[in-house]
């Protein structure tokens, strides 16, 4: 078992900038490929950002890319999110997730295994 802990989310205005933090423990950490997820109510849950094992490959939604940073800290247990330039259509619960072996995608949540309970981040206008 692996637990998922996220925390930094926040209320601010448009065009400002929020670092979201996950912590996991349980398991090796570096053993793995995490990635960040976005939910509102009534929509389903939305790949945002995601990054290898050693950190080397990362990936991004086409609406984060370039205003968002995935990076992870093996020697902390502990992935992040740099949001940049926030909008208000950014507004969702963001959830870290992980998984252990590749399955062939980046981007579905069936190609998670476990996950946080989420943070709030909430941008006005």
């Known amino acids: 078992q692996v637990q998922l802990v996220e925390s930094g989310g926040g209320l601010l205005q448009a065009g400002g900038s929020l670092r979201l933090s996950c912590a996991a423990s349980?398991?090796?950490?570096?053993?793995?490929?995490m990635g960040w997820f976005r939910q509102t109510p009534g929509k389903e849950r939305e790949f945002v950002a995601a990054?290898?094992?050693?950190?080397?490959?990362?990936f991004y939604a086409d609406s984060v890319k370039g205003r968002f940073t995935i990076s992870r800290d093996n020697a902390k247990n502990t992935m992040y999110l740099q949001m940049n330039s926030l909008k208000p259509e950014d507004t969702a619960l963001y959830y870290c997730?992980?998984?252990?072996?590749?399955?062939?995608?980046?981007?579905?949540?069936?190609?998670?295994?476990?996950w946080g309970q989420g943070t709030q981040v909430t941008v006005s206008s």
């Open positions: 997730a992980c998984r252990r072996y590749y399955r062939g995608s980046w981007y579905y949540t069936d190609d998670y295994d476990y």
């Open positions: 990054i290898s094992w050693s950190g080397t490959n990362t």
């Open positions: 349980g398991r090796t950490f570096s053993n793995y490929a």
